[in-house]
């Protein structure tokens, strides 16, 4: 009995404390080094730049966008025009110098989060 009145104070004592907070790691290993391509968007009602890193390393093609503060890491998938990657409820678009961000779960006619256009010159 004196046992389990120790276990039940040690638990009671060690419950408040928070868990302790673990970063995962994610390490891709790509077929090709592949190419980077860093490109900053100046976009309409945002203030500051939009930084973009792009890897193409077929066959994957990847884009590395800012959003809310972290980075998300898109895929691309077919298009018709352009390129067009989604990670999650985001779509980001490029078609030339022109990118957009789209949430896939807001109404079809809602305007896109972002349009953006390459800036000419660096940040």
């Not at 090709?32 to 077929?58: F, I, M, Q």
Request: glycine content about 6%; hydrophobic content about 40%.
């Amino acid at each position: 009995m004196k046992r389990f009145g120790l276990w039940l104070s040690l638990a009671l004592l060690l419950a408040p404390l928070p868990a302790l907070a673990v970063t995962p790691t994610l390490t891709l290993t790509l077929p090709d080094p592949g190419d980077w391509k860093h490109v900053s968007y100046t976009c309409e009602d945002h203030e500051g730049r939009v930084e973009t890193d792009y890897l193409n390393a077929a066959p994957n093609f990847l884009a590395l966008v800012p959003i809310d503060g972290k980075t998300v890491i898109f895929a691309n998938i077919l298009s018709g025009s352009g390129a067009r990657y989604v990670a999650g409820k985001y779509q980001w678009w490029t078609k030339g110098p022109e990118a957009q961000l789209i949430d896939l779960t807001a109404d079809k006619d809602a305007p896109p989060l972002l349009t953006c256009i390459e800036a000419n010159d660096t940040p």
